[in-house]
């Protein structure tokens, strides 16, 4: 006689029988094990038709279900036959409906025979299923068999890899706090390395799925307590390791401690992941994503909601290519369509370079005054205008002779030489470019305003690829940028300039590596 059964994709409970026209209640309680608040006791009810071969699904609970990848609506009816999967809640505790022998002829049992777990079949299978994901194409190798700590660059980062890893083409990266964890205390930041707990409630359940559906799973976490001396490494070893004891899943993970290539936004992590960490298997950049909590949500994007403290995350998923979600999407099967999300100010894409203005070198002798931001390019406009010049003009750097002063003494002495002079600095405000006005006045040569037409946002951007590529410069940081934003009065011809030049940036690289990392989001806000 043909009966029907709720069987769970994972193993975690014994199959539910659901009798002939016999109404069965599937929710939170011990026969499901599901212990997720947001799971209603009484969350489904089902019918089944062992005649028809077919379930009748009625969602009771608040929160909704699913079914075959859609979310059901609450107290309306369905009806579903052999094969269907069920979603208790939707994208989570996926249950498929079979019927014991299966109808004859019907296209969902031959399309589900690959999933169908005999009742005396269970551990067949699941031996079957390890098997093909450690062999089917190569995809994936053997697991690792003892846990071991790495450490890069003096410290830069750090990678633990626990026992069971198993690489893959597929990956599944997620950022740690505010995404796998969250503070016990409930406050931003954890005060301690105990303060932890994990963020959601069937988050150990959906890493599971994602290992048995063939992903490698990873973290990468930007952890600049540990580079700055306020955690110590050994003590944050243990909380990465109770952390996995907790969730009881194999995922390696990345800490990036400082401000290098390894911090995101950029990318250093998962080329370390993908040139050294994955046993030479290339990973299908399609099959993979990202999940972070960084995305850039505004204040209320949901109700009540802080906003969210970077876009590092979103960036660095967009750096990839890789698909992204917020754990809200990713664990909860929340939407984000209508969630409103701040964009970066400088898309680094978009730059193009621009051609030399052939107008910023002047028959006359003159003080050529640049105005622009740390970062926005003036030393590398000034070296320019030497060459194009045949050194007939020359360049006073603030950042090289250190005050104005001493700028303003050298400037003499070189337009005494016949010398024409380029001022590199910033030069936001009247004050600072009338000395340069004064100077040529008494000089008796003209003055000459070159203003760089580069933003404070792609100034930063500039600023933070200098450091990333160790190029000798003045560190800067962003206390600067907003000093010389606050101060900067746009130049005009009344502070006795005979003429004012907007200059673009125009960008220049020794190397393809370079202009990769450039063309990337390097900034996490």
Not at 232 to 240: E, G, H, R, T, Y
Not at 259 to 275: A, H, N, Q, V
Request: net charge positive.
């Amino acid at each position: 006689m043909r009966h029907c059964v709720l069987r769970c994709l994972l193993d975690s409970h014994a199959p539910i029988t659901l009798g002939h026209n016999v109404e069965v209640l599937v929710g939170r309680s011990k026969i499901t094990k599901i212990k997720d608040q947001s799971c209603s006791r009484q969350q489904l009810k089902l019918i089944a038709d062992c005649e028809e071969c077919s379930v009748e699904i009625t969602q009771l609970g608040i929160n909704p279900s699913g079914l075959d990848g859609f979310a059901l609506k609450r107290n309306l009816p369905y009806r579903v036959g052999h094969g269907s999967k069920l979603e208790v809640l939707f994208n989570h505790y996926i249950h498929l409906i079979e019927f014991i022998p299966p109808p004859e002829g019907c296209e969902t049992t031959k399309n589900c025979n690959k999933r169908k777990l005999d009742t005396d079949d269970i551990s067949k299978q699941n031996k079957k299923l390890k098997a093909e994901m450690e062999h089917t194409d190569n995809i994936q190798c053997k697991e690792t068999d003892e846990a071991i700590w790495e450490e890069i660059d003096n410290g830069e980062l750090y990678i633990f890899t626990p026992k069971g890893v198993r690489s893959s083409n597929k990956i599944a990266a997620f950022d740690m706090d505010g995404t796998v964890i969250q503070t016990k205390s409930g406050k931003v930041h954890p005060v301690d390395i105990n303060d932890w707990k994990i963020a959601f409630p069937n988050a150990a359940e959906k890493l599971k799925e994602l290992r048995i559906q063939g992903y490698k799973i990873i973290i990468l976490s930007n952890q600049a307590p540990i580079g700055n001396g306020r955690v110590k490494i050994d003590d944050f070893k243990k909380k990465i390791e109770g952390i996995l004891n907790k969730l009881d899943v194999p995922i390696q993970v990345f800490l990036a401690t400082g401000k290098s290539i390894y911090r995101k936004p950029t990318t250093g992590m998962w080329k370390i992941l993908t040139e050294k960490k994955n046993d030479g298997i290339i990973i299908a950049k399609d099959d993979s994503f990202y999940c972070g909590d960084a995305a850039g949500r505004v204040a209320n994007w949901a109700p009540g909601k802080k906003k969210d403290h970077s876009m590092a995350d979103r960036l660095m998923a967009e750096n990839l290519g890789l698909k992204f979600y917020t754990p809200e999407q990713f664990f909860l099967g929340h939407s984000i369509t209508n969630v409103p999300m701040s964009n970066p100010e400088f898309t680094p894409k978009e730059v193009k370079a621009e051609p030399f203005n052939n107008n910023l070198i002047s028959a006359q002798q003159e003080i050529l005054v640049l105005v622009g931001f740390p970062g926005s390019g003036k030393s590398f406009l000034s070296k320019q205008i030497e060459e194009k010049s045949n050194n007939k003009y020359v360049a006073v750097c603030r950042d090289i002779l250190g005050t104005w002063q001493k700028c303003a003494s050298e400037a003499t002495k070189l337009l005494e030489k016949g010398k024409s002079v380029i001022v590199d600095s910033t030069n936001p405000d009247l004050e600072s470019r009338s000395r340069w006005t004064a100077l040529a006045k008494q000089m008796d040569v003209q003055c000459r305003c070159a203003k760089l037409a580069t933003t404070k946002a792609h100034s930063q951007h500039n600023n933070k690829f200098r450091e990333l590529m160790k190029i000798n410069h003045v560190p800067v940081n962003d206390i600067v940028f907003h000093s010389y934003n606050k101060k900067f009065i746009e130049p005009t011809s009344k502070e006795g300039f005979k003429e004012i030049i907007e200059v673009k940036f125009n960008p220049c690289f020794d190397d393809s590596t370079g202009e990769e990392l450039y063309r990337m989001y390097l900034l996490e806000k």
